[in-house]
């Protein structure tokens, strides 16, 4: 069995648009008549298309999207928007073809026109960062909605539109489902929208025909090295957000040393935010003036109380119910993101204080899934050394006893990054339990034994198990703990599938976690 792919959203009451009236407004030459055609939505993937589409074909890392234009047609597209050489391969496919010299360039541009996503817009907020996207995305909408208003979001977990939830694939849709997906919150009467902005999102111009009315910037740190050459490259990836074409403000957080740089390189308004005391080695230590600062007054296991102080004496004291600095520091960048775009700092704060702090459930993000008895158990996303080292921090602070860490490393993507997760994870705990998380295409065992052989080759002595599958091994960790010890279960979060040799198996950590403290008598 395969876990289902999820759907993408579309407005449910598209209009046509004329495909000839297109390819004058944006001077395309085409190949066939395009006399009468009338298109009422556009895809990339025969897998989404509806009947009445702009099929686009474009050039994949595994085959031209143009391969597949017959089966297009047969789905019910009414045109193809390829390359010259898409075209050609696309000829005996009978559609009448739309050239451009990159089809992944023209799709933003050609969707927003699709779907009319540049009129009568909500407000739009993009974060980025490597860690910290989701977590402010899903604080956003909290308080947006605890102010009252009806909210979209688009992160890695889930799309929602007002009280409609539906799974994601990708962290940042491709530019037609991103368009799509606008115009269907539009229809709903969504006022304002959070969207987590991946860096591989705005090399492959899936943001394109947009511009967010604030863009926030969390951190960056070791991550994504399979996609990009090196840090430096990574981080250039980030930083087309920060411009006019891409946004109209900025809020960037301090907390990380390359926040400075993406201050420099700005060419938008900003306003930056930071912890105090400033975070180790962070841009805000050296930094003259940072507008806005966050201190946490308060760390309990259901809530993290801080202050957030800003320019002209204005502050607010609230709680976001996780637990960890860093998760004080994304309500934060949240809530300047807001004031912003012009909501009064003053009226937020009253909103949050009716409802005793943030309202906010953040699936996966560190989140408590053991019950009164036993140790605490946490299923969380981090799947990058910094998130490791923070999320353990956060985790001891509230275990009297053990802290045990249980975690794999995703195969096909960066694998630069593993020996730090390892020696990080080692470092922060008292017993690690090395797993298996989505393996893809590579052999579990040999990530696992570099996992494994890095955390013993920094901690000899670390207490160290070596159990797959995951399911065994939670188990095994939950034989470890007793009453005051806690388990972190770093990597899956909220998915619902591990990715194995191309398929997706059905599979939820939290679900097998809970069993696990079932099986153990620490849950009905
Ligand atoms: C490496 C990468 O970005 N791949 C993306 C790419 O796939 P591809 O180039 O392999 O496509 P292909 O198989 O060669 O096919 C070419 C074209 O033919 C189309 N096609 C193909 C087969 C078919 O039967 N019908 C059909 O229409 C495809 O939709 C595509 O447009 O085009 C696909 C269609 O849009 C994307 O879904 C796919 O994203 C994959 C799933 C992916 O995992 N991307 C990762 C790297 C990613 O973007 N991650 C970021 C960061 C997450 C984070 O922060 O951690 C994200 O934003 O999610
Ligand atoms: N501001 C922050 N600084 C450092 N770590 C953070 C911060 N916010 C969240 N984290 C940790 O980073 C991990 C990922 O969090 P989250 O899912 O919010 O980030 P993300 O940027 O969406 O990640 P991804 O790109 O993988 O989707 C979690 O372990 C979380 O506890």
Known sequence: MSA?????????????????QLASEFGLEHIGSLD?????????????????????????????????????????????LTDAKGA??????????ILVDSPRAALGDVSAW????????????????????????????????????????????????GDLTVVSRLTTPEASEMHALLARMRESEVRAVAVEVSAQALSRNRVDGLVFDVAGFTNLSHDHLDDYADMEAYFQAKLPLFQPDRAKRAVI?????YGQRVVESARIPLTTIAMTPPVDGSAAADANDVEWTVEVLDERAAYTEFRLSGPEGRSLVTRVPMIGWHMAA?????????????????????????????????????????????????????HSPDAFLNTLKAVRRFTPGKVIMLFG????????????MARVAAAGSDILVITDHHPRFEDPDSIRKTLVDSAR????????????????????????AGEGDSILWAGPGHQDYRDIRGVRTPYSAREEARAALREAGWAE
């Open 4 to 20: 289902r792919i999820p759907p993408v959203l579309r407005p449910e009451h598209p209009s046509a648009r004329s495909l000839g």
């Open 36 to 80: 009468g055609i009338e298109i009422t939505g556009v895809t990339l993937s025969t897998g989404d298309l509806h009947p009445g589409d702009l099929y686009v074909g474009m050039p994949g890392a595994h085959r031209h999207g143009a391969e597949f234009a017959a089966q297009a047609k047969e789905g019910g597209a009414v045109a193809l």
């Open 88 to 97: 050609e391969i696309a000829q005996e496919s009978g559609l009448p073809v």
């Open 114 to 161: 699709v779907y009319r996503t540049t009129e009568h817009m909500p407000l739009l907020f993009a974060v980025t960062g490597t860690n910290g996207k989701t977590s402010t995305s899903y604080l956003l909408e909290g308080i947006l909605k605890q102010m009252g208003l009806v909210t979209g979001l688009s992160s890695t977990a889930e799309r929602h539109i």
């Open 253 to 257: 957080s301090l907390d990380s040393p």
């Open 330 to 382: 994304d309500a934060a960048l949240a809530i300047v993101m807001m004031v912003e775009a012009g909501f009064e700092l003053e009226a937020i704060g009253q909103a949050l204080d009716e409802d005793g702090g943030i309202v906010a459930y953040l699936p996966g993000r560190t989140e408590r899934v053991s019950g009164d008895r036993g140790p605490s158990v946490f299923v969380d996303f981090g």
């Open 409 to 420: 490393a995703d195969g096909d993507r960066d694998t630069t990054k593993r020996p730090e």
């Open 457 to 480: 080759e920094a901690y000899p002595d670390h207490e160290l198990y070596e159990v797959s599958p995951p399911e065994a091994a939670i188990r095994k960790a939950v034989e470890l």
